[in-house]
Each structure stands twice: as C-alpha cells, then as structure tokens.
C-alpha cells in the first residue's frame, strides 16, 4: 500500500531563515506531488505542482520554492522566511495518469515563523 | 477563476442529530465535486465524489448531491457519531486541480 511521510511535524523559525520541508511517497511511481498551505480561517491553497522529476508548476508567486529530486520526494524551500508563510504545510499525491482529483494528504507540517 | 463557497462552522451537533453542510460552486466547465475530511491531528482524506450532474456520492453514512441548476454539493449525513467531529472540505475539480472552500468545523456532543 502507499503511504506518505512528512517532516517535521512542528516547526519554529525565525523572519529571515531559510526553510526546507520534506515529503516522501512510498508505493508508487511516478506519483503527481502536491505542495498545499492552509492558514488560518481560510481554505487550502495550491502551491505547487509535480508530474515529474524535475517538473514543478507553480500557482502562487511568493518567497517560496519546490523542487523535486528524486521520483517520490518533493521539498519545500524558502530562502528567507516572511511572517506571512506561517501555516500549515499539506504534501499531497495522487496516481499517475488520472484527473489528480483524488488526491491523498500527508500529516501536514505547522510551521511558525516569529 | 473557479471558486467554492461552504457554510462558517463551527457546526455544532448532539449526537443522532441531522448533518447538512452547505457547498455552492463557481467554475466554467462541468467540474468535479468531492467532499474531503480532515480528522483532528490528520491529512486530509476523501470522503466522497460525484463527477456529473444528479451524481450522488455516499461514504460512511455521508451523503452529496450535484446540483447543476443550483451549483450546489451539500452535504448530509441522517445521524451524526462524536467520531464525525472533523473540519469538512467541499472541492472541485477544474483542469486537474483541486479547488478548496474554507472548510467547515463539525463538532458532535454525546
């Protein structure tokens, strides 16, 4: 069966560090990957998307970055945190060749930036 | 752009009450429409789907009707447990992306 791995669980940084969050899938290949922020009181929102290594499509132009390096591994960058990129962080996945609609969420990562 | 509007929570229930979380859509297109739950220190996970018009997708006792005429995908469920207490997401599907509403919180007393 497939499953999805993310870390840390918690996070504390202060304004200005950099940041670097990790999510892994197991039991698949070639998974779509998902990056995701979900604040507070508002819905989820997309940040990235991945078909492929290599291949990042993003959706929501800001201080952060996604990269993929390895089949099933997809990572969260910033170089320099913003008060405004607390939250909490959702890795998602869904099979290749399909809609991407069924999608399948990691634990989520709750970051704060202070 | 593609948009998807749900009731405020908290919805606050007893136990064996009556559930209805209302959805409304906005999108261009025919979309998918999903419901996805997220449990309390977990991801979210999906509930239930209906892909065209009149669908109803069911799961664990939930049910969701897609409304074209009305744009709608309300979700309901005849008799909530303490364990349905989660925050509920109402979706669509646009061009191979989810669209999210704000989420609902649902909290169920014995």
């Known amino acids: 069966s497939q499953t999805i791995h993310q870390w840390p669980a918690t996070l504390v940084q202060p304004v200005g560090s950099p940041l670097s969050l990790e999510c892994t899938v197991e039991g698949t290949s070639n998974p779509n990957l998902y990056w995701y922020r979900q604040a507070a009181g508002r819905g989820l929102q997309l940040l990235f998307y991945s078909v492929g290594i290599g291949q990042i499509s993003s959706e929501v132009p800001q201080n952060l970055s996604a990269s993929r390096p390895q089949d099933r591994q997809f990572i969260l960058s910033s170089k320099k945190l913003l008060l405004s990129d607390s939250g909490f962080y959702l890795c998602a996945w869904s099979p290749p060749g399909t809609s991407g609609y069924e999608q399948y969420f990691g634990p989520g990562t709750r970051l704060t930036v202070t | 752009g593609d948009s998807v509007t749900q009731m405020e929570g908290p919805v606050t229930l007893s136990e064996e009450a009556f559930l209805t979380i209302n959805c409304t859509y906005t999108?261009?297109?025919?979309?998918?429409l999903f419901w996805y739950v997220q449990y309390p220190g977990e991801g979210l996970q999906l509930l239930l789907k209906a892909t065209k018009a009149d669908d109803k997708g069911s799961n664990k006792g939930f049910e969701a009707t897609y409304r074209k005429e009305t744009t709608s995908f309300h979700l309901e469920k005849g008799s909530v447990q303490v364990s349905d207490s989660a925050v509920y997401f109402c979706?669509?599907?646009?061009?191979?992306?989810?669209?999210f509403g704000t989420g609902t919180r649902l909290l169920v007393s014995p």
């Open positions: 999108a261009t297109g025919y979309p998918s």
């Open positions: 979706a669509l599907g646009s061009f191979q992306k989810l669209v």
